[in-house]
């Protein structure tokens, strides 16, 4: 069976106030030399093991991976490449902040094989980015795109945040228009969350944010919706939208619990049923691997039950919903036997429906996903 790779570069230039990532503000010349043995070790015990799969998409993530100079990026796509057996058509994706990238790092970036470029714009407003701790301006957003598609990318991605702090309906509508303007093939919307350990939690705690209500978020998203709609855009996944036939190949690995491998300091991976999670401090990570051992911190082998609900969970988010053959198909068992009542209800409350084949999210269902999870 195919797999996904995924790739994690912990480091960044700064750390944004939003952000709760493994990630980690570089400090020192000589961290990521390290780091990148580090990795190209862990590539390396894992080419014997993963020698019978093969590779369906890369996904190089972070931090940020355009830290790295094109170089070592084009090296370390072309060491996996000769590593592990892969699709002649493999979509291999990278992530990249503005403030990293020049024309020289995007046409190594392009040459090493990457054709998939997600660009983290956040926002076409400059004070928000600033806010938002980000490193890079509207115009340098702007410049990156024309950038990419120079250097001969086809397939870009912007990232977008909404519901941030003092952001208004008509602020995000600026944002989206200028953003949709460019032309990208999928864009990836996030509303913001505040989260524990972040400066931003910090923040919230102290009465120091100011956020959107939750009718002020409520509206924003729909408007995303529609807005994205009218311009050609399938809301394929809750947060992501894309034109015909440009879906992340990756992500849909995720949304259909189908088994990656994840290689980086805190990466996760889940093969055969086992999940599990790499050390997530970069000097222990360059630590376990310098002794020749996997830098596994922690796994869990899930149960049959577990593994039936995440795979209705991460269903439950796409546009198909989850259809009753496939989830019969890989449990040998109808879902309605399993999770009937939940089904039921769910549907009495109009937050789900049933089709033919398959169970879906309602219009409603779609703003209040995670309730639906929960159960």
Known sequence: MDLGLYLHLPFCISKCPYCDFNSYPLTEGKELEH???ALYGEIEIYSEKMKNRNIESIYFGGGTPTVLSGLSIYNIINYCKKTFKMNKEI???IEANPGTLSKRKLKLIYQSGVNRLSIGGQSFDDLLLKKLGRIH???EIIESYYMAREAGFKNINIDIMYA??????KNLKTTLKKAVKLKPEHVSIYGLTINPGTKYYY????NLLKLPSEDEEYDMFKWIINFLKQNNYEQYEISNFALPSKRSVHNQIY???QEYLGIGAGAYSYLKGYRYGNIKKPVRYISKISEGKLPIDEGERLSLKKRMAETIILGLRTKEGIGFKRF???FKIDIDNVFGTQIDKLINLKLIKREKNKIKLSKDGIFVANVVFRE
């Open 35 to 37: 780091y990148l043995n």
């Open 91 to 93: 979509e291999i994706t």
């Open 137 to 139: 301006t509207v115009r």
């Open 164 to 169: 941030l702090p003092e952001q208004s309906l």
């Open 203 to 206: 923040d919230y705690q102290n």
């Open 255 to 257: 949304w259909k619990n």
């Open 328 to 330: 019969r198909e890989r």
